[in-house]
Every structure is written in C-alpha cells, then in structure tokens.
C-alpha cells in the first residue's frame, strides 16, 4: 500500500522556470490538498480538491495551478518560479473527518 | 476560514519531565482535531486524533484534551523520551480541510 506519492523529491529551478509537481493516493480518498511548508510558518493551504473535478484556492494560492487529474491524481504547477516559492511542498489526502495522508515533500529551490 | 493558533513555538524538557502543547481554534463547526509529529526531513504522521464528541482521548503516553466552549485542545506527552523530540502540528477541519497551527518544535534532553 503506497499511501500518497510525490514527485520529485528535490527540485533546483531557476527565476522564471516553470515545473509540475505531481501527486498520486490510492486510498480511494475524495479530497486532496497541497500545502508549502516555510520555517516557522506551518503547512499553508495552497489549494485543495474536495471531489474529482472540483478545486478550490486556500490561503497562499498565488503564482500555482492545480489540476485534478481523477480522483487518484491531483498536481501543482509553477508557471513562472520566483525565489519566494523555496520551500517544502506536501500532497495530501484525505476522508471525510480522517487524518490527512501525506507525500514525502518536494524540497523546491528557486535561484 | 478557520485560525489555528498553536503555542509553545518551541519546548525544551528534560528526558522523563511532561510537556503540554496547546491550541486554540475559531471555526466553532470544527468538529476534528488531529495531532501530528514532524521528524526532520519527514512528512507530518498522524499520532493521535479526537473528535468535537469526546472531551479527552489517551493512547500510552500521549492524551489530547478538548474544550468545545472555550474552543482549545491541548496534547499532553508524559515521562518524554528522547525520540520525541520532532516538531509537532495541530489542525481543525470540519469534514475536510484541516487547517494547521504553526508547530511546536519539541527538544527533549537526555
């Protein structure tokens, strides 16, 4: 069972690059999330999914898009990086009222 | 949406000493309240969770507590050991979507 995978694990990306974060759960989970991960700051939502098909913004949606790909796969994307997205981004899942599952992270760095 | 504040941002005890980390919430519809633990370089892994209908739940060393009316939950960890030390989340959701506080990096001394 591999529970949330998250792709890749380290990403080097220069100002004005863009990249794919990809994500994939197999615990037939409704809702997905992702959120970056800064010092001292917490995890932030960036954007979520409740359903397939649906996606919302969370509190820190600027300069990403997602895509609900189904309901296994939900990715994030960086269309023009800028040195304030460095950080730690998790994919994460869940049931209705059950603890979040997350990937491994994507440690991001924007030169 | 919902605001979770979370307190101590760091906590450092001795090895066998209790600590207490507590969070405060907004959204008076949350209605779950999971705890997680951040080992370094680690993703976030659930340890322990209670629901709005229960005012205390404990599972060894670790017990979270819940006051609806005041909306706060507290983890408490007892005798710690070095192992725990790791940086530890709380969240409230209601259906979905939890919401985290900021973490508390625990240190624990041998």
């Known amino acids: 069972n591999a529970g949330v995978t998250q792709t890749p694990k380290f990403q080097v990306l220069k100002t004005g690059q863009s990249m794919t974060l990809q994500c994939a759960q197999d615990m037939n989970h409704n809702s997905m999330y992702w959120y970056r991960q800064d010092p001292g700051m917490g995890l932030r939502l960036i954007y979520y999914?409740?359903?397939?098909?649906?996606?919302d913004k969370g509190e820190v949606p600027n300069g990403y898009n997602v895509s609900r790909l189904n309901k296994r796969e939900f990715s994030l994307r960086l269309e023009s990086a800028a040195p304030s997205q460095t950080s730690v981004y998790f994919c994460?899942?869940?049931?209705?009222?059950?603890?979040?599952?997350f990937g491994q992270g994507t440690r991001l760095t924007v030169v | 949406g919902e605001n979770v504040e979370q307190h101590p941002s760091t906590l450092s005890v001795q090895e066998g000493d209790s600590a207490v980390i507590k969070c405060t919430y907004s959204?008076?519809?949350?209605?779950?309240f999971p705890w997680y633990k951040q080992e370094l370089g680690k993703r976030p892994q659930l340890i322990i969770d209670?629901?709005?209908?229960?005012g205390e739940k404990k599972d060894q060393r670790i017990a979270v507590t819940l006051n609806k009316t005041a909306k706060h939950f507290s983890l408490h960890i007892t005798e710690t050991q070095p192992e725990d030390s790791a940086v530890y989340f709380c969240a409230a959701s209601r259906s979905y979507i939890p919401t985290f506080g900021r973490g508390t990096s625990l240190i624990v001394h041998p």
């Open positions: 209670i629901r709005s209908n229960v």
């Open positions: 994460a899942s869940s049931g209705v009222n059950t603890e979040a599952f």
């Open positions: 959204d008076s519809a949350s209605n779950y």
């Open positions: 999914s409740a359903s397939e098909g649906t996606t």
